[in-house]
């Protein structure tokens, strides 16, 4: 974990092609204890979850969604199966602090204009969630935390924040230096306290991230939890399917990885 950051997916970039499988897509399925944060940088997903929200992410915006005592959602690549085309994306979780981990259910839809952005000496700075580099962005966060896409110019460099205990950077691509080791695209160099400075040799676009610590977090599958007993009834719960489905999603699942796969067609 990096704060409450516990997840931590690069999907793409890739070309998905005209009449794309729908086996590809990300069945309806269920999480507990976290919100799952997903950013687009190209292409277009079609999100659909249990408390009745259709929403298509497109490219520099974001979807928080806030499971809590539990959600379920789909995730589908509707317009590249009708039209071909690229997907690039960021999905990360966000484990929920003590207190919190049961919280009603919510989804919210970010748009450009509640994603203030930055710019300062080579530095092109979208701020998605939390507190940094002066700006706050619109989202609503459970504890303390930063997340934020970065461009860096070549020979240009930037500190990260000092006023969150745990940092890292995760290069998409280009080559970055920080704290004199370098980084290259698809790796994650996580901070300790004290001074970081980031310098890019070649234009450099990146993720950076943080926060407090929300405490000792369990994870298995799509669950996140403080308690083990707690995804061991997540599991048992979405296994008896006493979790509901997305209303506009429901006559498919993913099942538990240990299970067999489901027949099709046996929700409604």
């Known amino acids: 974990m990096v704060g409450p950051f516990i997840f931590f997916d690069h999907m793409g970039p890739v070309n998905l092609p005209q009449g794309l499988s729908r086996d590809a897509d990300v069945r309806p399925h269920p999480h507990i204890g976290l919100s799952t944060v997903t950013y687009m940088f190209a292409g277009e997903i079609m999100h659909r979850d249990s408390t009745g929200i ?8 974001m979807n928080w969604m806030i499971a809590g005592r539990g ?3 789909s995730e589908r690549f509707e317009k590249a199966r009708r039209e071909g085309g690229p997907m690039h994306a960021i999905q990360s979780w966000v484990a929920l602090p ?3 981990e049961e919280i009603d259910p919510e ?19 979208k701020l998605l969630a939390g507190e940094a580099f002066g700006l706050r962005a619109a989202v609503r966060t459970h504890s303390p935390l930063f997340y934020a896409h970065a461009i860096l110019s070549a020979g240009a460099h930037f500190a990260l924040p000092h006023n969150h205990p745990e940092r890292a950077l995760f290069l998409l691509s280009g080559a970055v230096e920080a704290s004199g080791q370098p980084i290259m695209p698809g790796q994650m ?21 943080g926060g407090a610590p929300v405490g000792k977090r369990f994870i298995e599958w799509n669950f996140v939890s403080s308690s083990r007993d707690r995804i061991a009834q997540a599991k048992a719960d979405w296994r008896a399917m006493r979790m509901k489905l997305p209303d506009l999603d429901d006559v498919e ?16």
């Open 54 to 61: 259709e929403q298509a992410l497109r490219p520099g915006e």
């Open 71 to 73: 959600v379920t959602h």
């Open 98 to 100: 003590d207190g919190m």
């Open 107 to 125: 989804f919210f839809h970010h748009e450009n204009a509640d994603l203030p952005v930055h710019q300062e000496g080579g530095l092109w700075l």
């Open 189 to 209: 160099a996580v901070f300790g306290t004290g001074d970081a400075v980031v310098w890019a040799s070649v234009p450099s676009v990146m993720m950076l991230l």
């Open 253 to 268: 699942y993913t099942p538990l990885p240990s299970d067999p796969a489901p027949a099709p067609n046996t929700m409604s």
